[in-house]
């Protein structure tokens, strides 16, 4: 594998970009879990996912960085395209797509043993970048500010992740996964593991990083998709058949005045 230098003068800053989902289907051993699913989500906008448990919201969000093709059995179907680039071209590497649309999970998933410090750069090795010790240290600051965690870690940067709380540890997550300097982030019910107050800090964050990289979040809480979302997609699995979006569109309009009846049902909280 061949390196590149890092050098922060000719390294772009993150430019957003459009996620643009068509006609997702998918497969786990034969069994289908999404129906033709199609979903634009807009540039430097949050978009929330969100449905009752199994209607196939994690597996969509899996297939937007190619995760779900290395589960055992897992087939999918469609187009999956950034700022208009299939993200499945053979052409393109895994890790090429991976580090364009990078992915927080429910749990947060620091390497325990590793600094802080080392785990914002983690994700450098998977790129192949190398950079100066002036370089790292400039990066390291800039993802955990913007991750908003600098003023609680900025004294202990060769302190282990491990030692962090959950709710920094996501943030440390976060920090991580914008080193690489992703255009996307998908978050997979990134505060269900965290207490109100690290809740709200999260929140914060995704409001602040919004403008810079686009974010798709599944969440199973209608304020919180309320309260970070511009844009809202409904998923739901009846009766055994496949996920469908049965609606999407502007987030205060799901909620003020959805459109479909199951919408409203799921919304205020009737049922799921
Ligand atoms: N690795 C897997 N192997 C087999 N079936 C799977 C696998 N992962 C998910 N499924 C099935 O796919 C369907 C969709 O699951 P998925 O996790 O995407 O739903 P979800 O809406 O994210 O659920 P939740 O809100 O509970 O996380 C479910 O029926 C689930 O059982």
Known sequence: MTS????????????????????????????????????????????????????????????LNRMHELVPGAELAGEVLLDGEDLYDPSRRITDARRHVGMVFQKPNPFPAMSIYDNVLAGLKLTAVRASRRTKDDLVEECLRKAGLWHEVQTRLRSPGGALSGGQQQR?????????????LLMDEPCSALDPTSTRRIEETIGELSTEVTIVIVTHNMQQAQRVSQHCAFFLAEQGTPGVIVEHGLTSAMFDTPQDRRTADYVHGRFG
Not at 172 to 184: D, E, G, H, K, Q
């Open 4 to 63: 590149t230098t890092l050098d922060p003068s000719t390294v772009d800053s993150p430019t957003t970009a459009e996620l643009d989902a068509r006609n997702i289907s998918a497969w786990f051993g034969g069994h289908k879990v999404l129906d033709r699913v199609s979903l634009r989500m807009p540039a430097g906008q949050v978009t929330a996912l969100i449905g009752p448990s199994g209607c196939g919201k994690s597996t969509f969000l899996r297939i």
């Open 172 to 184: 440390l997550c976060i920090a991580r996964s914008l080193a690489v300097r992703p255009r996307v």
